[in-house]
């Protein structure tokens, strides 16, 4: 399948918070540590779904801080044999997904982000929109200007948020900001 045709079968909706969306990535998370407990995991509810004042694609997204000591291939082989699929590795980390389906989405669908321990900037982003609610909606409104151009574009979509993402980040870094408080 082309990127064309899976951007096709999966395109980028927003829809209002919902609460269960806390419940399933605490259920994942924690089965995410049981998964990778031989690698020492950090497991944390990251992206729009953890911000409840805003609309979110309905994905969970999940970072998995490790240690720089692990080999990566481990942690790819032990989530493949688990139902994840690698959509990326590079140096900074890999990305996985699941809840992907042959004819689109499945009621739960994760993205799973593995870094080294201490590459967590969407921490900063998430707790900084969750203490700033103005800045929360400033983010939202931009999701939604940027759905007609890109809801069949992720690659698009999330190269057009980067600059406020960053910017934000910084913000958050510059204020002191203590992650997960």
Known sequence: MTLEE???????????????????????????S???ARFSPICSHIGSTAIPSIKAKPIIDILVEVPTTVNWDNIR?????????????GKRGMSF???YTPTGYAEKVFHIHIRNAGDNYEM????????????????????LSLLPAYSHNRDGYTEAKTEFVKKI????????MIIGS
């Open 6 to 32: 899976l951007w096709e079968l999966f395109p980028i909706v927003l829809v209002g918070h919902n609460p269960s969306w806390k419940e399933w990535a605490d259920s994942e998370t924690a089965s995410l």
């Open 34 to 36: 049981g998964l990778l």
């Open 77 to 89: 082989t032990t989530l493949e044999n688990n139902g994840y699929i690698c959509m990326s590795a």
């Open 97 to 99: 997904n699941k809840g």
């Open 124 to 143: 900063y982003f998430r707790d900084y929109l969750n203490s700033h609610p103005d800045t929360a909606k400033e983010y939202e409104n931009l999701k």
């Open 169 to 176: 980040t910084e913000k958050a870094l510059r204020s002191g």
